[in-house]
C-alpha cells in the first residue's frame, strides 16, 4: 500500500513538473514582455531594459523557470530597490497588468467556483445516480426511454446555449430568478440558493446525463452478474442483494470519474461563469486570457492541472476501499 | 490619449463603460434620474465591466479611472463640476487659485489653502503636493499621465522621489507656496496640474506596491476594502472639510463600485431596477438595450453625452498607396458613414464625424471636407480621383483592427463600402491586449488601422489635433501619429499655436487646422460615439459624460430607499 | 473546461480500463447487419438525415447563397432601423422572403447566408479533427499496446499529461496568443492535440489483450513483422471500437469548435461561424431572440443528431457482437 501511494505520488509529481514546464515554455514564447506592460504609455527602451533586468527577465530561460518553481516553495521578490515586491510562498507569480500576487487573485475567487462546483456536484450526482437507478429498474419502459431522451439532450446542449436560454426565461422573462451575483451564504441564504440555481443546473446537466447512462448500464450489468444471482439464489432479501452486491459495485466506476470531474470543475468553470459574470476562477482565467495576462494564465492552468492529478490519485485511494474486487496489488 | 494605454483592453473598457460626465454642453439640464435633487446619504452603487487600471493616481489615466479618482484624491487644480456652465474648464481644487506664471511663462506659482487634510488627519502642504507630484518621475510607478515630465524641468538622470529625492523644478518655500519650473512655456499648465498623476501624498510613503491595494486620500472619499476585479467600497473620508472644496459635492455616505458584470447583465439589472439597483448608475447603455428604453418610464429616465472622442481610421502615408494624396482623399469620399454610424450603435449612439475635434471639445469648427448625401459616400468622387493617379482598378489594403466586436462590425462596414471602388480591404485581427502596442509601433503596423483618440483634457484641442498630425512626434514605440504625416506646413502650425497665450484665440486656430489637416487627410474620421446612459430611479444630481463623468456631484434623491 | 468530451472519458472508465480488466476483443460486425439495423431505427435515420442536410448545405452553400439572394458577408442598411441601435425591421428578427432567416442587427447581414456559411466552418473542423484524433489516438494506442514496456510508459505517460491537462484553458491561452493567419489549421491542431489520448488510451487496452490471442500469436509464429502484425491482424480487429468512438468523438469537436468561437478564439470575422453568431446575439437576445434561436438551434441539433446517431451505432456495435 505505502509502496503504490509513493509511485502515485511520485507519478504525481512528474505530471505536475511537466505541466509546469510545458506551460512555462509556450508562454514563455507566446507572451508579451511584461517590462512593455510595465513600462506603460512613455516608454522608453531604456526604460525597458532596466525593468527587464530588475525582475530578470533578461535571464536565461531555465533560470526564470528555477526562480518559478522555487518560488511556488519558498516565495520570492520582483525587483530591486525601492520598488521591490515581495511574493510569499506559495508564489504562484505577480501579474503585471492588475499589480497584484497571483496567489491572492485566485485565493479571492476560489470560494466562488467552490460554491459552484460543489453545488453542481451534488446536483448532478444526486439526479444523475437516481436517474440512472430508475432507467436500470424500468429497463426498456417508458420512463427508461424518456430519461434517456433527456440525457441525449442534456448531453448535447452547449453549455452557454443553455445558460442563456434559461437566463433569458427564468430571469429576463419571468423574473423568478435574479441575475446570478456571487451573494454569500452567510448574508442570505435563500439569496445565494436563487443566485447559484442556474449555474449550478448548467454545469450539473450534461455530467447528469453521462452519470444517468453510467450507473444505469452499470446496475444492469452487475444485476446480471454471476454472484448476484447467486445471492438471490441463497435466498438474501432483494434489497440486501441491491445493496451489497449491485448497487455499491455499480457505483464504483461512478467514483472515479466522480473525482475527476469535480477536481476539474474546482478550477473554475470558465464558460458558465464568463456567461453569467460571476467572478469565480475561471472567469479570472477568461479575463485575463482578454488582457493577455500572462503569469495569471499560468498559474490558473497550473491550478486545474494539479487539482486534477491530485482528483485522480484521490481516487485511485478510495477506489482500493470501495471495490471488493479491485486489490491494489493486482492493479496494473 | 486614453485610447492608447498599453493597458488599453482593461482601460478602455472601463472608459466605454463609466462614461461620463458632462454634457458639454448641456445637452440636458435637469440632471437626476428622477429629476429631484439629490440629498445627503445613502449608497450610490456602480456597476461596471472592468477593474479600474489602478488605485495610485501615477499609474492610472483613463476616462474611467480619472472619474474615480476625483471622489478620493485632490489636486491643485481640477475640472470644473460637472453641471458647470462650461464643465470644460479648470478651476482651483486644493490651490487658492489657478497658478500665476512669471513673464517668461517659464515658472508658475501656487497657493495652498487652509485646513487641507489627508485621511489620516495629517495636513497637506507644499511639501506633500511636491512629494505627490515628483512620483510621476519614478520609471515604474510614474506610468500615468505624461504631461507632468513633458512640461516641468527635470534633470535626464531624476528617477522620482524614493531613488533621487527631493525633485528639483519643485520648490515649496513655505508651507502653502508651491513653484514650478518649467521646461518650455506652457500656456495651459493649470491644465497639466488638473491631471490625475498631480495630486499630494504624505512624504515618503506610496513606494512599491504601496498604493495598489491600499491609498491614502484626500478627497471626501476613501477606501474601505477592495476586491480586485470585484468590489471597490468607498467610505467618507472624515478629514475632508467641505469648506475648502468648491467642486465636490459629496452627497452620498458611500459608494460600492460593482465590477466583473457583462454589459447586457448591467442594463437589465437597471431597466429592472430591483433593490439597491434604483441606487445605481453605469456607463453607455448597449446598442441591443435601446430598443427595450422606448418606454415613457425609461426614457424619462435616460441622459445623454455628446462625444469627446474621435474615432477615425489612420492611413500610413509611409505605405503606397496611401503615399498619395488622391487615394487618401477618395477613401474620405469613399467611406459609407452612415453604415458605420449603424454598426457603432446607430443614430442614438453615433453621429456620422467629419472633422477630427468632436463637436463637444472647446475648439471644434464645423466642417465636411468631403460631403456625401446623408453621410453614405460619394463613390462618383472617389473613383474619379482614383483614376487621376491610375488606380480606378482599385487596390488592396490591409487594416489593423481590435478583436472587438463594435470595432469589428467598423471594419466590415468599410470594407463593404470600399468595395465599391474596388478597393479590397483585408482585416487584420489584433489581439486586445496587444493592439494599441502593435499599432503604436511603425515597424508593425501595416497600411491602415481603426482606433480612436480623446483629448487630454476638453477645455483645447492642443491634445487633439497635434498627436494625430505632429510629424516630430513620430517615435519607435507608443507612436500616436499613425498615418505617419510629417508635413513641414502643419508642424510649423502646431509650433505656433501652441505658443499662444490667449488660449480662446488658440482654440480658433485649431479648429482651423484641424482643416488644413484634413485637406491631407492623412486620416479618416467615422464616427463620434455618443453616450445614452440610464441611472436607477433614485440618482440625481447624475450629468454622465463620454470624457469623464463627475461623479463627486451625484447623489440619491431618497437615501431610505434600496 | 466543462465540455471536453467527458463521454469519451466516461467510455474509457465503463470499458474496465481503470478496473483492471482488459476490455473483451470485439471482432468486427457485420457490416450489412449493422446498416440494416440502423435503418430500422427511425430516430437514428433522421439523425443522419439532419447530419446530411448540414453536409449537402455547407458543400452547396455558395449556390443557395444564389438562390437566396444575400451572401455571408453583404450589408442590408435597408433591413435594420439605425435609430434603435440597429434593430432588425420586421417580426421575427426581419424574417420574411427577403430575408429567410431574417438579418443581424446592426449591418443587417443575411442569417440564412451566415448559417450557411457558418456550416463549413463546424463540419470542416470537426471533421479534420475527428481525423486527425483517430489517426493519432489509433497508432500511438496500437504502438503503445503492441510494444509495451518502456514505449508503453512513455506514451501512456504523456496520455495522463495531456487528460491533466485543463485543455479548454489552454486552448483559448494558445490560440489567442497566437497569430490569426490560418485559424482554422490551429483550431483542428489544437483540438487533437488534446483529444487523442482518450481514444488511445481504449485501443491501447484492446491491443494488449489482443496481442495475447491466438491469432496473433499464429501470425508472430509465421515470421511476420510487428508492423504487419498491427496493421493486418490487429487493426481489423478494432474497426468497430474505432469506429464507435469516433463517431462519439464528433460531437464534442462540433462543441468545441462553436465554443471556441463563442468565446472570441474560433475563426477569424468576418467568417461565419455559429459559436461566433451565438456569442454576438448575446447582448440582442431580449429583443431579438430569433437572432440567438437560430444559430442555437442549428448548433444544438447538430451536436444531438452526432450525439444520437454515435450512441445508436454503439448499440448496434454491441448487439452485432453478441449475435458473431
Known sequence: MSRFLLNRLLGMVVVLFGVCLFTFVIFFVLSPDPAVQICGKNCTPEAIDQIRENLGLDQPFWTQFWTFISGLFVGRTYGTGPNAIDCAAPCLGYSFQTSQPVTDMIMQRLPVSATIAIGAALLWLLSGVAGGLISAVREGRFADRFIAGLTLTGMSIPNYVLALSLQFVLVVTLGWLPFPQAVSFGNDPLQWFLNFLMPWIVLAIGAAAVYTRLTRANVIESLQENYVRTARAKGLSPGLVWRRHALRPALTPIVTIFGMDFANLLGGALITETVFGLNGVGKLAADSITKNDQPVIMAVTLLAAFLVVVGAMVVDLLYTAIDPRVRVGSAK | ?562 | MTFTSTDLEVEGAAGGETVGEPAPASPPAQGRHLVHAFLRDRVAVACGVYILLVVLMALAAPLLVKISGYGPLEFDQSAVDPNLGGLPIGWGGGMGAEHWFGVEPGNGRDIFARIVYGARVSMTIALAATVLTSVLGVVFGLIAGYFGGRVDMVVSRVMEFLMAFPALIFMIAVLSALPADNRQFLLVVVISFFGWPYLARIVRGQTMSLKEREFVESARASGASSLQIIFKEILPNLASTIIVMTTLAVPGYVGTEAGLSFLGVGVVPPTPSWGQMIASSVPWYAVDPAYFLIPGAFLFMLVLSFTVLGDRVKKIAESGEGRA
Not at chain 2, 522621489?161 to 528639483?168: C, F, K, L, M, N
Not at chain 2, 496640474?193 to 504624505?202: D, E, G, S
Not at chain 2, 502593435?438 to 483645447?460: E, F, L, N, R, Y
Open chain 2, 1 to 562: 490619449m486614453n485610447k492608447r494605454s498599453t493597458r488599453a483592453p482593461a482601460a478602455i473598457m472601463a472608459a466605454a463603460l463609466l462614461l461620463t460626465g458632462c454634457s458639454g454642453g448641456g445637452a440636458d439640464d435637469s440632471g437626476g434620474g428622477g429629476g429631484g435633487d439629490p440629498v445627503e446619504g445613502g449608497t450610490v452603487h456602480m456597476l461596471q465591466n472592468a477593474d479600474f487600471s489602478y488605485l495610485d493616481p501615477a499609474r492610472g489615466f483613463d476616462g474611467g479611472v480619472n472619474a474615480f479618482y476625483r471622489l478620493i484624491y485632490r489636486g491643485l487644480t481640477t475640472q470644473a463640476a460637472g453641471d458647470a456652465e462650461d464643465p470644460n474648464a479648470i478651476v482651483p481644487d486644493l490651490a487658492e487659485s489657478l497658478g500665476t506664471a512669471s513673464e517668461d511663462g517659464l515658472t508658475w506659482t501656487y497657493t495652498l489653502k487652509d485646513g487641507l487634510k489627508f485621511d489620516n488627519g495629517d495636513p497637506i502642504t507644499s511639501a506633500e503636493v511636491e512629494f505627490g507630484i515628483s512620483r510621476a518621475w519614478d520609471p515604474e510607478i510614474g506610468i500615468g499621465s505624461p504631461w507632468l515630465k513633458k512640461t516641468i524641468a527635470a534633470p535626464e538622470d531624476y528617477l522620482g522621489p524614493y531613488r533621487s529625492g527631493d525633485h528639483p523644478g519643485i520648490d515649496a518655500p513655505d508651507e502653502h507656496t508651491i513653484v514650478f519650473h518649467l521646461i518650455e512655456p506652457f500656456p495651459e499648465f493649470d491644465n497639466v496640474l488638473a491631471q490625475p498623476n498631480a495630486v499630494p501624498f504624505p512624504v515618503g510613503s506610496g513606494a512599491g506596491d504601496e498604493f495598489i491595494n491600499d491609498i491614502i486620500a484626500s478627497g471626501p472619499y476613501t477606501l474601505e476594502s477592495y476586491t480586485p476585479g470585484s468590489l471597490i467600497e468607498l467610505v467618507r473620508n472624515e478629514h475632508w472639510d467641505p469648506e475648502t472644496d468648491d467642486v465636490r459635492r459629496a452627497y452620498p455616505d458611500a459608494w460600492e463600485f460593482e465590477i466583473g458584470l457583462e454589459g447586457a447583465t448591467i442594463d437589465e439589472r437597471l431597466m429592472a431596477g430591483q433593490g439597491s439597483d434604483v441606487n445605481a448608475i453605469s456607463g453607455v447603455i448597449q446598442a441591443a438595450t435601446l430598443a427595450r428604453v422606448q418606454t415613457p418610464e425609461l426614457q424619462e429616465r435616460l441622459k445623454t453625452s455628446p462625444a469627446y472622442c474621435t474615432t477615425y481610421m489612420s492611413m500610413n502615408m509611409t505605405k503606397a498607396p496611401f503615399d498619395q494624396l488622391e487615394v487618401r482623399q477618395a477613401i474620405n469620399w469613399a467611406i459609407d458613414r452612415k453604415s458605420v454610424q449603424t454598426a457603432s450603435g446607430g443614430t442614438q449612439l453615433a453621429d456620422p464625424a467629419t472633422t477630427i475635434i468632436p463637436e463637444a471639445v472647446t475648439g471644434h469648427q464645423d466642417f465636411d471636407l468631403y460631403p456625401s448625401e446623408d453621410y453614405g459616400g460619394d463613390t462618383d468622387k472617389a473613383l474619379e480621383l482614383l483614376a487621376q493617379v491610375g488606380l480606378e482598378d482599385g487596390f488592396s489594403f490591409v487594416l489593423d483592427i481590435r478583436s472587438q466586436p463594435k470595432m469589428q462590425a467598423q471594419a466590415e462596414a468599410i470594407q463593404q463600402a470600399l468595395k465599391e471602388i474596388n478597393v479590397e480591404v483585408e482585416l487584420n485581427v489584433i489581439d486586445t491586449s496587444t493592439y494599441y502596442e502593435t499599432i503604436g509601433t511603425p515597424s508593425q503596423q501595416h497600411d491602415a488601422a481603426i482606433t480612436g483618440w480623446c483629448p487630454d483634457w476638453a477645455s483645447s484641442a492642443s491634445t487633439m489635433v497635434p498627436p494625430l498630425v505632429d510629424g516630430r512626434n513620430i517615435t519607435d514605440k507608443g507612436n500616436t501619429n499613425l498615418a505617419q504625416i510629417d508635413d513641414e506646413t502643419i508642424n510649423a502650425r502646431i509650433d505656433e499655436i501652441s505658443a499662444m497665450t490667449d488660449l480662446e484665440a488658440a482654440n480658433a486656430e485649431w479648429g482651423e487646422l484641424d482643416e488644413e489637416v484634413m485637406a491631407l487627410a492623412p486620416i479618416a474620421p467615422l464616427v463620434w460615439e455618443k453616450g445614452i446612459f440610464l441611472p436607477g430611479e433614485n440618482i440625481a444630481g447624475y450629468h454622465p459624460s463620454t470624457s469623464m463623468t463627475d461623479l463627486t456631484i451625484i447623489g440619491l434623491e431618497d437615501p431610505s430607499l434600496g
